[in-house]
């Protein structure tokens, strides 16, 4: 029995100290806009996140769960929708010939990813598959901080720590040694269409909100609900309670 609880111990002695390693440096918070019960997007953000994303992360990273329809969300027009899917080519079939095809995309159509299949992606990538972005903000501990930190925690290795070729050092990741380059490298590295000043960190605080809308795009609309829920809730509950203060007010 002594052993048994003594393996027990030391298990969980490994995984606290694993998880304490897990982020040695501090998540930054930010102050996001759709933080909180009444938390909303910024379209003007989310337009620029998509840029970043499209521009700079599209290379490598996959939205396959977002449709080229839902872009109208975050302020595009449906005309700018349209032009955008019918930028990309789409390959769809069987025809009635029973052969593939490709065509231009429409509006209906998922975002395509960079790569055909996960060999592709194995074959030009050192072996791994980059993940596809659409949840990953859910999936994330910390979530968009964590996110964001990521995107900006590459740094020189310090001293005693050696990397191999195909890794990098990230202050954020755990164990601060990443496959993935990294993605933004000097400031202006995307021009945004709105004039603002696109700094490794905005262009990070940008994609990481659009990647927020895109892994719960219906956010505002639950929100939403749910405070007219709490409204309705709180008028019932005083109507049903003068209703029995009324009925039951000759009762001793």
């Known amino acids: 029995m002594m052993t048994y609880m003594a393996a027990v111990l030391l298990g969980l002695s490994v ?14 918070e930010v102050s996001w806009s759709f933080d909180g ?3 909303t997007f910024k379209r003007d953000q989310l337009q620029r996140g ?7 992360c599209s290379s490598c990273h ?16 449906a005309p700018q929708v349209k032009a955008l899917a019918a930028s990309y080519d789409i390959n769809d079939g069987p025809n009635l010939e029973g052969d593939m095809f490709v065509r231009k995309g429409l509006p209906s159509d998922v ?3 960079p790569y055909k299949n996960d060999n592709q992606a194995k074959s030009v990538n050192n072996g791994a598959v980059p993940p596809d ?4 903000v859910k999936a994330r501990k910390g979530g968009a901080n964590y996110v964001k930190a990521l995107l900006t925690g590459y740094m020189n290795p310090p001293v005693g720590i050696t990397l191999r070729e195909t890794e990098h050092y990230n ?42 809308f895109v892994a719960e795009p219906e956010m505002e ?22 209703t029995k203060r009324k009925i039951w007010k000759d009762v001793k």
Request: hydrophobic residues 45%; proline residues 5%.
């Open 15 to 28: 995984l606290t100290l694993q998880a304490e390693q897990d982020y040695i440096d501090p998540v930054p």
């Open 221 to 242: 609309d639950r929100k939403r609900a749910g405070f007219e829920t709490l409204l309705y809730l709180a008028f019932m509950t005083l109507l049903f309670y003068f």
């Open 133 to 136: 972005l659409s949840l990953i």
């Open 37 to 39: 019960w009444n938390g």
């Open 62 to 77: 996959g939205i396959k769960l977002l449709r080229f329809r839902e872009l109208e969300a975050i302020g595009f027009t």
């Open 111 to 113: 975002i395509p990813g």
């Open 50 to 56: 998509f840029q970043v994303y499209k521009e700079v």
């Open 171 to 212: 202050r954020y990741f755990p164990d601060h040694k990443i496959a993935m380059a990294p993605p933004f490298v000097a400031d202006d590295q995307v021009t945004y269409t709105d004039g603002t000043n696109a700094t490794i960190s905005q262009m990070a605080e940008d994609v990481t909100a659009f990647l927020a």
